[in-house]
């Protein structure tokens, strides 16, 4: 496999990198492994890992990131184009390369030392990274959060508990929200850290999911020790950090995941079990998807300006939600019994993913809350 990258600033730029991509992807296909019936989690992970690592080798997916990183800098349209093809010939398993878009981008930003040390092993699949905001009485509010980081000298001290922390027992290091101020400060009292997973004290539980994965977990912390430098951010600053990132994960992840959705409705529509009958809800769906990935590719723009905040992204959450679970809705009621009761592969897959499609209006903040931040902070609805 050679690699093969030209120079794509400028006007047209990025449309020649698409194409050229297409065309490198068309060449090394055989390069690149697909999912294997009956394949585990973990082998899922590593399959998924080792083709991001050869994009990277590649050098495409080194575009839109820093120079700093090992990037070769540029837009990170550029990303939002590899992530695209990868998600569309399914090279990559798109929950998990969603997190390197979910962390990453606000660790170089808020933490650039710490991103110069660490970062590169994860953005370019060799090793993974964590999530760790939620817990069991914090997850819709989070600013409750209670796992504590106590101010040690050279180092802090981490006690507490966190929740559905995806990928955590394949990961290297996860960024923590903890407590650093009193539970009365709410979001002014928490800082953002970089752990490594592993450290004496730490406990990581696999949760098995309704879908017959155990993609997340609990992590226990018990006098976990953390070094006084992996802060990320300010200290009690780390509301704001927390926001970037859930920014990029009700916005910035929707152009890959709205691919794959695109790619399931196109096979959906090719399926000899549908009948005339489904025809309008098939439309339906196409064009919910296509506003889907037209409010996604305009987001995609105005986040490589730097032009959108948080709440906006709610809007693009909303809209993921609605079709992916009305997509899985439709393989469920038009391929009549096949999702419920089948054993072929293709049926396990759609069962996984319908039952998968349920936790879209939870993950990354709920359906509910999303529409509270669009009342609330976009139409000022609030006491209206
Ligand atoms: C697949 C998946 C992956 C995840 N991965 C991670 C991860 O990697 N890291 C991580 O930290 N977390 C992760 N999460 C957790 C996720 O962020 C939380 O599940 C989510 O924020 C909701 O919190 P909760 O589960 O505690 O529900 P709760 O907050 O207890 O909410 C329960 C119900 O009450 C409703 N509700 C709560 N408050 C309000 C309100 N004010 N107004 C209206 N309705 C309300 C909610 O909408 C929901 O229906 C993941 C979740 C899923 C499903």
Redesign the pocket.
């Known amino acids: 496999m050679t690699a093969k990258t030209g120079p794509y600033d400028g006007p047209g730029g990025l449309g020649r990198f698409q194409t050229e991509l297409t065309a490198w992807l068309d060449e090394n296909d055989a390069f690149f492994p697909r999912r294997a019936a009956g394949m585990s989690l973990a082998g899922e992970v590593a399959r998924s890992r080792a083709n991001q690592h050869r994009l990277w080798q590649a050098g495409w997916l080194r575009h839109g990131w820093p120079e700093s990183v090992g990037g070769m800098g540029g837009s990170r349209l550029f990303r939002a184009a590899v992530t695209e093809e990868a998600a569309r010939r399914g090279l990559y398993y798109d ?1 998990l390369a969603a ?1 390197g878009e979910v962390l990453g981008p606000t660790v170089i930003e808020a933490a650039p030392d710490l991103a110069r040390r660490y970062i590169t092993p994860f953005l370019d699949g060799t090793e993974g990274w ?13 600013a409750s959060l209670r796992c504590r980081a106590v101010d040690a000298g050279d180092h802090w001290v981490v006690d507490g508990q ?7 027992q394949f990961a290297s290091r996860m960024v923590l ?1 903890a407590r650093t101020g009193t539970t009365e400060d709410r979001h002014r009292g928490i800082t953002a850290l970089l752990v490594d997973m592993g450290s004496p004290g730490m406990t990581v539980r696999p949760l098995h ?1 309704i879908n017959d994965m155990a ?2 977990s609990e992590t226990f912390f018990d006098s976990v020790r953390v070094p006084k430098d992996r802060v990320i951010g300010e200290v009690n600053g780390g509301w704001s950090v927390a926001m970037r990132m859930l920014r990029s994960e009700r916005g910035g992840i929707f152009w890959m995941l709205s691919a794959w959705l695109l790619e399931e409705l196109e096979r959906l529509a090719g399926t000899a079990g549908l009948t005339a009958a489904d025809d309008e809800a098939v439309g339906r769906l196409f064009a919910t998807v296509a506003a889907l990935r037209a409010r996604s590719w305009t987001t995609q723009h105005r986040l490589a300006a730097d032009g959108i905040e948080t709440p906006e992204t709610s809007i693009d959450k909303i809209l993921m939600a609605t079709a992916e679970q009305e997509l899985f809705d439709l393989v469920r009621t038009s391929l009549d019994g096949v999702l419920e009761f089948a054993d072929t592969d293709e049926a396990v897959w759609l069962r996984s993913s319908y039952m ?1 499609s349920r ?1 879209a209006s ?8 999303q ?2 931040i669009v009342a609330d902070q976009l139409l000022g609805l609030r006491g209206a």
């Open positions: 929950t997190v964590c999530q760790g905001f939620s817990e069991p009485e914090a997850g819709s509010d989070l966190k929740l559905w922390t995806s990928y955590a929200l999911g993609e997340f998968y936790a939870v993950y990354g903040g709920t359906a509910e809350i529409r509270n």
